[in-house]
């Protein structure tokens, strides 16, 4: 049984850093992406950060050059470094994993076939 389960959510106020965990368990495959979800109230799940088992990362333009996505493949963690935070990254922050099958190393964005976390808050206060 695959279980994913995020930590490290909490409130800051903007231009302050963050940092989540989310620990992959049950998870039997060695090729993956993996990544990190966010959607705030009344708004559509988006694709903020993805990387591959091989460790090639695809990010959103909105949180290019301040989040950084990383993972300790032995172990099965997967973290998101964020900085400079800004109000509009205030949202439920979902990990996510997935099997890779295809030969490329890119992650795309989309959050289709993953498993999922239960969802971590991050609130940035003006």
């Known amino acids: 049984q695959v279980q994913l389960v995020e930590s490290g959510g909490g409130s800051v106020q903007a231009g302050g850093s963050l940092r989540l965990s989310c620990a992959v368990s049950?998870?039997?495959?060695?090729?993956?992406?993996m990544g990190w979800f966010r959607q705030a109230p009344g708004k559509e799940r988006e694709g903020v950060a993805t990387?591959?088992?091989?460790?090639?990362?695809n990010y959103a333009d909105s949180v290019k050059a301040r989040f950084t996505i990383s993972q300790d493949n032995a172990n099965k963690i997967l973290y998101l470094e964020m900085h400079s935070l800004k109000p509009e990254d205030s949202a439920m922050y979902y990990c996510?994993?997935?099997?890779?099958?295809?030969?490329?190393?890119?992650?795309?964005?989309?959050?289709?076939?993953?498993?999922w976390g239960q969802g971590t808050q991050v609130t940035v206060s003006s």
């Open positions: 049950g998870f039997p495959y060695i090729r993956w992406c």
């Open positions: 990387i591959h088992s091989d460790g090639n990362t």
């Open positions: 996510a994993a997935k099997v890779s099958y295809v030969s490329s190393t890119f992650c795309s964005l989309s959050d289709r076939g993953f498993y």
